[in-house]
Each structure stands twice: as C-alpha cells, then as structure tokens.
C-alpha cells in the first residue's frame, strides 16, 4: 500500500503560483511513477503532468510552459510548480501512483490516489 497526501492548495489570483506536493508513505517511493490529475466540477479527470521513477517529466498541452512535476525521493514527496494560472485551472488536484513508468497520461493505471487538494484562481 502507498499512501498519498496532497497539500498546497488554495486560493491565488490570476498571474500568480502556487506548489503543490504530494507526500508518500509505505512502499519504496523510488520504485513509483507519480502523476499529477485535476478535476473541475462538471468535467471529466484530466492529466495535468508525470514524473516517472527515472525522472522523466511529462506535461499536458493545456499547461506546458507553466506546471513542472518534480520529486525528490529522499523526502517521499512529489511536487507540482503551478506558475501564470488562471482561472481555468480552479479544480481539485490529485496526486497518483504507479508502478509502470508508462501509459503516465492514463487516469486507469494508476494504483494509488490521494484525496485531492482545491486550486482556486480568482480572475
């Protein structure tokens, strides 16, 4: 079992950031690919980014040049770098965990869920 806790949320205005993490307790977190995924209300999970167990990084289109995944696998703790957001990033952020460093983008392969954090950007 791993077990995923999410924090950093809040509420910022437009133009501005925020860091999310995700810390991990029980299995090796080094062995985990992680990924970051939203959901606003109404709409569908959707990928944000990834960080696989090797240290690839992967972005979705609607967020590529402002969210960077990070982790540092000392602390068991994965990071989200949210810069410029706007409001049509408001949503709950979860964090997931997954043993195959592939398929990061896929909501279904991931075996651990946190229980989300809300980002809320006022305009």
């Known amino acids: 079992q791993v077990q995923l806790v999410e924090s950093g949320g809040g509420l910022v205005q437009a133009g501005g950031s925020l860091r999310l993490s995700c810390a991990a307790s029980?299995?090796?977190?080094?062995?985990?690919?992680m990924g970051w995924f939203r959901q606003a209300p109404g709409k569908e999970r959707e990928f944000v980014a990834g960080?696989?167990?090797?240290?690839?990084?992967y972005v979705a289109d609607s967020v590529k040049g402002r969210f960077t995944a990070s982790r540092d696998n000392a602390k068991n703790t994965v990071y989200l770098q949210m810069n410029s957001l706007t409001p049509e990033d408001t949503a709950v952020y979860y964090c997931?965990?997954?043993?195959?460093?592939?398929?990061?983008?896929?909501?279904?392969?991931?075996?651990?869920w946190g229980q989300g954090t809300q980002v809320t950007v006022s305009s």
């Open positions: 029980g299995r090796t977190f080094s062995n985990y690919s």
């Open positions: 960080i696989s167990w090797g240290y690839g990084t």
């Open positions: 997931a965990a997954r043993r195959s460093s592939f398929g990061l983008r896929e909501a279904t392969g991931y075996d651990y």
